[in-house]
């Protein structure tokens, strides 16, 4: 009797919150929302998040927060939303090294895939191959040549997970092997950089074009097969004298694991808002963020896209016996 007691209870309360639930998502969102960016501030992701972020703001008619929480190649940042209420007032904003290869190169608390409520998937942005100034390489053949001879001392920043496949597919690609140094996102690393304290980057397109522009660092070829409109002048590694190698970073937006869907659907709906916005636009292009196409700024395409990344990077991670720097 008592079990059959506790039973009607559940189902009157699952009843109960299902009938709220709408009512409840309609006056979503009443309150400030925070994103977390799981990098440094002041990098690509953190940049790309604000200038996203800001428009986003209209549709859902309250202010967004932006904290950025570095460490851990993202993983703690991440791990932040995933153990957040899922109630869409706490969201990720993330890239591919944080919210996938995370999950390959370290042991973590929570599931990049299952604890995430998949939002929308935003931009794709390329690699590029950048060194010191102090460099005697004008272009990527000398660069190879000067690595081959120097590759002992040679120190390569690590801007987060993707950097790290990146750097460790150079050395494979070119049979080479330098000294990796993680940093706790992209900034610091191109900080260094600047500062000459390390010597080359794989990085992300993004962080590197404001420096190219203001003549700070050398660049040496964009790791894709066309070459990018922010920076039309640098050839592509298939130009350049490294065919085949190329790398990326796509940026998405997710909310913790039982988020209601309507709250999904606004929050998706905020983001291609946010999108289509001319200025957004505009001050993506210019750093060398690629917004995706419309059909992809759902919860369903993020979704697929994110476990076909997972099932083509992750033995590839786990035959080279990659660990989280």
């Not at 040496?220 to 190698?245: H, K, N, Q």
């Not at 690629?290 to 896209?305: C, G, M, R, S, T």
Request: proline letters at 8%; one cysteine or more.
């Amino acid at each position: 009797m008592r079990l059959h007691r506790h039973i009607v209870a559940a189902a009157c309360l699952a009843a109960l919150t299902a009938a709220i639930s709408p009512a409840w998502a309609d006056s979503y969102p009443s309150r400030p929302v925070t994103v977390i960016v799981p990098f440094a501030a002041g990098g690509p992701t953190d940049v790309l998040t604000r200038i996203i972020t800001d428009k986003m703001k209209a549709p859902l008619g309250q202010p967004i927060v932006v904290e950025d929480a570095g460490g851990a190649g993202g993983s703690i940042g991440v791990g932040r939303v995933a153990h957040a209420a899922p109630d869409g007032y706490t969201l990720s904003i993330g890239n591919n090294g944080s919210n996938l290869l995370t999950g390959a190169l370290y042991s973590l608390n929570f599931d990049v895939i299952k604890d995430f409520a998949p939002v929308a998937l935003m931009t794709s942005n390329p690699q590029i191959v950048v060194s010191r100034k102090t460099i005697p390489a004008a272009n990527l053949k000398e660069l190879l040549a000067w690595l081959k001879d120097n590759q002992k001392t040679v120190s390569v920043g690590l801007g987060g997970p993707v950097a790290q496949v990146s750097a460790i597919n150079f050395e494979t690609m070119t049979s080479m092997q330098f000294q990796l140094v993680p940093y706790r996102g992209a900034a610091p690393a191109m900080q260094d950089l600047i500062a000459g304290h390390i010597d080359f980057m794989v990085d992300q397109l993004s962080n590197s074009v404001p420096q190219i522009k203001a003549d700070t660092i050398r660049a040496y070829a964009v790791a894709a097969s066309t070459r990018s409109p922010a920076v039309p002048d640098i050839p592509t590694t298939d130009e350049a004298g490294l065919p085949g190698f190329y790398g990326a970073l796509w940026h998405g937006l997710w909310a913790p694991k039982g988020t209601p869907p309507e709250v999904i659907a606004k929050l998706a709906a905020a983001a291609r808002q946010a999108l289509t916005d001319p200025t957004v636009k505009a001050r993506l292009a210019d750093l060398g963020q690629e917004i995706v196409p419309v059909a992809q700024q759902n919860p369903a395409a993020l979704a697929a896209y994110q476990q076909a990344e997972m099932d083509k990077w992750y033995p590839i991670v786990k035959a080279a016996g990659m660990k989280g720097e």
